[in-house]
């Protein structure tokens, strides 16, 4: 099957981090939200295959997920879950299926055959991949056209995520990282910890990664989170969901930018060889 080409410059954003906690699927989820709610069709796909749990911070409980694709029956379609009528859309993953973890270039081509043709149709790919470097992570991550890492404050999320970025330079060559600077006490403590990444990146790397920015501490969240409500639908008002809805705004200025250049290619690249 020929490579699915691109024709509504749908942008892939592989949304990743050093160690898991920091916030990634409740920013990948909310971040969906806030582009939906400006109008924008999103595909929100639970990439998490250890440890998925996007179906359960929407309270829902999909029959079918990713794992399915893999009997030759079951369709794109038939897995994908609505989530708002008119352009939000929900692909559940498999949780406790370790073996998805390590999924061999075979089981990726069997699976993204049936979602390229379903990915064309929005405008933005949102992919809330698992923590750490296993295969599928640096795999997803490295055929993404755009790759954000959740940091928080921590030295430790710090260190975690700069072994993502090094991972992912050293093997396939990639240079280009966006950061969101999750659970800061003040917009302001953002640059300070972007700061400390970037140094990181460029003394030792050559590099610097790009700041989309930061979202505040919030008790809005976990509480969004034990009512299974995202949290721009639950405290549209609270500082953590203005803060997302300001990166949804760089999110998008990205896909502008690169608007023509999404055109040309896929939606997910090729897979990319490893380096030795
Ligand atoms: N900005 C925030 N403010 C307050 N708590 C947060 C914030 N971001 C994340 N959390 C807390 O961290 C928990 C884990 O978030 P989650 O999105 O599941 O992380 P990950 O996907 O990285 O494992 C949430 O349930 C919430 O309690
Ligand atoms: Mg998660």
């Given at each position: 099957m020929p490579e699915a080409s691109n024709p509504n410059a749908t942008l892939s954003v592989a949304i990743l981090s050093g160690k898991g906690g920091v916030g990634k699927s409740n920013l990948t989820l909310n971040l969906s939200y806030a582009l939906f709610r400006a109008g924008h069709r999103v595909l929100l796909m639970d990439f998490d295959v250890g440890l998925a749990n996007v179906d359960v911070l929407l309270g829902l409980s999909p029959e079918k997920n990713l794992q399915d694709l893999f009997r030759p029956e079951v369709t794109a379609a038939e897995v994908m879950v609505p989530v708002e009528p008119g352009g939000f859309d929900f692909l559940p993953a498999a949780s406790g299926v370790p073996e998805l973890l390590e999924m061999d270039d075979d089981m990726r081509e069997v699976l993204f055959q049936k979602l390229n043709g379903v990915f064309g149709g929005y405008d933005y790919l949102m992919l809330d991949l698992g923590a750490g470097i296993s295969p599928t992570v640096l795999s997803v991550a490295a055929m993404s056209q755009m790759r954000v890492l959740v940091v928080t404050p921590e030295p430790t999320s710090l260190t975690d995520s700069y072994a993502v970025i090094k991972v992912l330079h050293t093997q396939y060559g990639i240079s280009d990282f966006h950061v969101l600077v999750n659970?800061?006490?003040?917009?302001?403590?953002t640059q300070a910890t972007f700061a400390r990444l970037s140094a990181a990146c460029s003394h030792f790397l050559g590099f610097e990664p790009q700041l989309i920015g930061g979202v505040r501490h919030d008790q809005a969240l976990p509480d969004a989170v034990r009512r299974q409500i995202p949290l721009l639908r639950h405290a549209p008002k609270s500082p953590a969901a203005l803060d997302i809805v300001s990166g949804a705004v760089r999110l998008h200025r990205v896909r502008q930018q690169r608007h023509d250049e999404l055109l040309g290619g896929p939606v997910l690249g090729k897979i990319p060889t490893i380096r030795k």
């Open positions: 659970q800061v006490e003040r917009v302001s403590d």
